[in-house]
């Protein structure tokens, strides 16, 4: 099964550059038609916008954008370059703007939509939709730091903590690196500590890149 980011939530922030407002917003899709649902959505919002830009990346589906009465390349690109960077899928933005007054030129607006775009990932989030092995991973209080920090050099997640004699992780990691992560934590505690795979999820959890 395949691996890609996806948003993990709705996402939304602004900001005012030369008294244009421009308010960015991010959401997750699984289809076309939920990305030009939401545009719509966006459209009605703000009818009384200057314009409702727009991008979105469907995994093994269309890529589009608009800008929407901007001048060409100035906007819908740049907004559409930003989820392409952040090598986001089924993902739909839209970069609205309430016109100042103030001319930002073509460098301007380029960069204007780029910041809404970004703005608005970052409020979103990203989750890895990949296969997940889950682990159970006992560990006495005096390994509880290191196996943290395997974990996260791992690009793994702690799901689950729970705080007894010892203490018991349900950890998630790529289902590639389960092996090598388990086999780490062996060699780190001489042998004394040991986990195991207990399950398999194929699903998105919010993750940050190690």
Not at 22 to 45: H, K, N, S
Not at 57 to 68: A, E, H, L, T, Y
Not at 193 to 209: D, I, T
Request: charged residues 25%; aromatic residues 10%; hydrophobic residues 40%.
């Amino acid at each position: 099964m395949e691996e890609y980011l996806v948003p993990t939530q709705f996402g939304e922030d602004s900001f005012v550059e030369k008294k244009s407002r421009f308010i960015g917003r991010v959401w997750p899709v699984d289809t076309e038609q939920q990305a030009l649902e939401r545009i719509g959505q966006m459209r009605q919002q703000h009818y009384d916008a200057t314009h409702n830009v727009w991008a979105y990346i469907i995994k093994d589906g269309p890529v589009r954008f608009s800008d929407d009465g901007e001048p060409g390349g100035t906007a819908g690109m740049p907004t559409l370059q930003v989820l392409q960077r952040e090598e986001l899928y089924n993902v739909v933005c839209v970069v609205t703007r309430y016109f100042g007054g103030i001319l930002l030129g073509a460098g301007g607006l380029v960069r204007a939509y780029t910041r809404g775009a970004k703005i608005a990932v970052d409020a979103a989030g990203k989750s890895m939709k990949r296969v997940w092995s889950v682990l159970y991973v006992p560990c006495p209080y005096s390994l509880y730091e290191r196996v943290k920090l395997e974990t996260g050099t791992f690009g793994g997640i702690i799901r689950d903590t729970q705080f007894g004699a010892e203490v018991e992780l349900e950890i998630l990691v790529a289902q590639a690196q389960a092996k090598p992560f388990l086999d780490r934590l062996t060699d780190l505690s001489a042998g004394t500590l040991e986990g195991m795979e207990v399950g398999q999820e194929y699903r998105a959890f919010p993750w940050k890149q190690p």
